[in-house]
């Protein structure tokens, strides 16, 4: 079982695929709740098959080890009878319930919040969606990359003259399925002081407008105009420079908010500290700035300016490959990763919970289960006393 954590006996039916969902499982799963992942018996969670860098584990695709590691497996087809009784049976028993089932799918099968707050009324009911339950969008594919592009979230990275670049990961997904935490959790709250159960929905639209709320209210509040990016060494649309990555003799330097005229002086630039001397021109004239800056770095190794940067109180910092921050003495204390270790016994490594409590990092060495591999222990443990148990009994 999993460690002990602030969620003990706390168990959670998760039915979602693929990242947003299963993300915000796996967080109630790292802090004590018993998460049962409810699968079809064919093929599972499609995730299962979603191989990336060709890597697998044990049968499954990697990735989805690292999203569903310290869960359990319930094999049932939402479309039989007697697994769906199952299936309500769990529910009744259960505090939270997790989907990201498209709008509709789950009032067809008998399972949507109301049906299922009928069989639990204190039920928790997450549910994650693409685009909302109405609109004209309801009914596209919720995914990543495409909600980053409907949203406008691509138009923030990249310098002025690139086309839209997205983020290099899943950002929305992750995102999403930590609001989903945040609503569950305060969901729970409030049942413990009323007893009544909620339904809690989010959905990738909302997570990534939600994500950009910084440069999107300086929007709401403009002359309409998309902003426009920096033409070198862009990062962020309403940012003065020097705000940005910039390349050196040998690397690269990440420069934050700081005074111009300072940093010149300091970098031993006297261009820039001479031109730089009125603050209301570090944004109109970023771009000008912006390539000083660059011209002049590349004279120098990144721990050049470092060290004249980092005393001064300057934030700025390196811009490391991932071979280089493992192996960093910063990384390694912080003891980001763990290992999570299936029926192999072979271990795998991957990120662990960021969050701690009372000072303890939450770690579970439990990777992700073999599709239905809990489906006769759920049914002895949870559902024999219910009499919600298929003829053939208990493997």
């Known amino acids: 079982m999993q460690n002990s954590g602030v969620l003990?006996?706390?168990?959670?039916?998760?039915?979602?695929?693929?990242?947003a969902g299963p993300s915000c499982a796996l967080r109630l799963a790292d802090l004590g709740a018993d998460v049962i992942k409810v699968e079809r018996p064919q093929g599972g969670d499609a995730c299962r098959g979603l191989v990336l860098a060709d890597q697998?584990?044990?049968?499954?695709?990697a990735l989805f080890h690292t999203i569903n590691r310290n869960k359990r497996s319930f094999a049932a087809d939402l479309k039989n009878p007697s697994d769906l009784e199952e299936v309500k049976a769990l529910i009744a028993k259960a505090d939270v319930m997790i989907h990201n089932f498209r709008p509709g799918v789950m009032v067809?099968?008998?399972?949507?919040?109301?049906?299922?707050?009928?069989i639990n009324p204190r039920l928790v009911y997450g549910e994650v969606s693409g685009y909302g339950r109405e609109g004209p969008w309801k009914d596209k594919p919720g995914q990543d990359l495409l909600v980053q592009s409907l949203t406008g979230l691509a138009w923030?990275?990249?310098?002025?003259?690139?086309?839209p670049v997205p983020a290099g990961l899943s950002i929305v997904d992750m995102m999403t399925g930590a609001h989903l935490a945040q609503g569950i959790l305060a969901a729970l709250l409030r049942r413990e002081r009323t007893g009544k159960g909620a339904h809690v929905a989010v959905s990738l639209l909302e997570s990534a407008m939600d994500l950009q709320f910084e440069p999107f209210t300086a929007f709401l509040?403009?002359?309409?105009?998309?902003?426009?990016?920096?033409?070198?060494?862009?990062?962020?649309?309403?940012?003065a420079a020097p705000y940005g990555i910039y390349r050196t003799a040998d690397g690269y330097l990440a420069l934050a908010m700081g005074p111009l005229d300072q940093l010149?002086?300091?970098?031993?630039?006297?261009e820039l500290s001479e031109q730089a001397r009125d603050a209301s021109t570090w944004f109109t004239r970023r771009d000008h700035f912006k390539q000083l800056l660059q011209a002049h770095l590349l004279a120098g190794p990144t721990e050049r300016w470092l060290a004249a940067l980092e005393p001064a109180g300057i934030w700025c910092a390196?811009?490391?490959?991932?071979?280089e921050l493992v192996g960093h003495e910063g990384f390694k204390t912080a003891q980001l990763t763990q290992a999570i270790q299936g029926a192999s016994g072979v271990p795998l490594q991957t990120t662990r919970c960021p969050i701690r409590i009372d000072g303890r990092v939450l770690t579970s060495a439990r990777a992700a289960p073999a599709l239905g591999a809990d489906t006769a222990a759920i049914r002895r443990d949870l559902l024999a006393t219910s009499g919600q148990i298929h003829s053939e009994g208990i493997a």
Request: with cysteine.
């Open 156 to 163: 923030l990275s990249g310098n002025a003259a690139d086309g």
């Open 318 to 323: 390196p811009v490391y490959t991932w071979p």
């Open 108 to 118: 067809r099968i008998g399972l949507d919040h109301e049906q299922a707050l009928r």
């Open 56 to 61: 697998q584990y044990e049968g499954d695709s």
């Open 264 to 270: 010149g002086e300091l970098l031993g630039c006297n």
């Open 8 to 19: 003990d006996g706390m168990l959670v039916l998760d039915f979602s695929q693929f990242l």
């Open 221 to 239: 509040n403009s002359d309409g105009s998309q902003p426009r990016r920096s033409a070198v060494n862009h990062a962020n649309v309403h940012t």
